[in-house]
Nanobody, 123 residues
Framework: QVQLVESGGGLVQAGGSLRLSCAAS????????MGWFRRAPGKEREFVTT????????YYADSVKGRFTISRDNAKNTVYLQMNNLKPEDTAVYYC????????????????WGQGTQVTVSS
């Protein structure tokens, strides 16, 4: 059974940092683009970032560029999202996802999804 499981969410003050992890199981994802999306209350799911299978290319939404960093460890079948200088508007459920066409910014292009982890940033 293929699974993506996110962890690392929580409550943090504005300006703080969090590191999310997404552990994949069931098959190797070393050939997939791995991305992060988020959904804030009352809003649609939006693209945050995605990374190429080799880890050499990363793409970011303008809203997080310079603050968030995606990375991956293919040996561990895990992708990470380091979030610095967090803002209240970053509050959302964060999801990791995988797709093989890449790099894609639309949720419909992704084949596998995690259950999400809540990130709450207080002002």
């Amino acid at each position: 059974q293929v699974q993506l499981v996110e962890s690392g969410g929580g409550l943090v003050q504005a300006g703080g940092s969090l590191r999310l992890s997404c552990a994949a199981s069931g098959r190797t994802f070393s050939r997939d683009f791995m991305g992060w999306f988020r959904r804030a209350p009352g809003k649609e799911r939006e693209f945050v970032t995605t990374m190429s299978p080799s880890g050499t290319r990363a793409y970011y939404a303008d809203s997080v560029k310079g603050r968030f960093t995606i990375s991956r460890d293919n040996a561990k079948n895990t992708v990470y999202l380091q979030m610095n200088n967090l803002k209240p508007e970053d509050t959302a459920v964060y999801y990791c996802a995988a797709e093989t066409v890449g790099p894609m910014t639309t949720p419909g292009a992704y084949n596998y999804w995690g259950q999400g982890t809540q990130v709450t940033v207080s002002s």
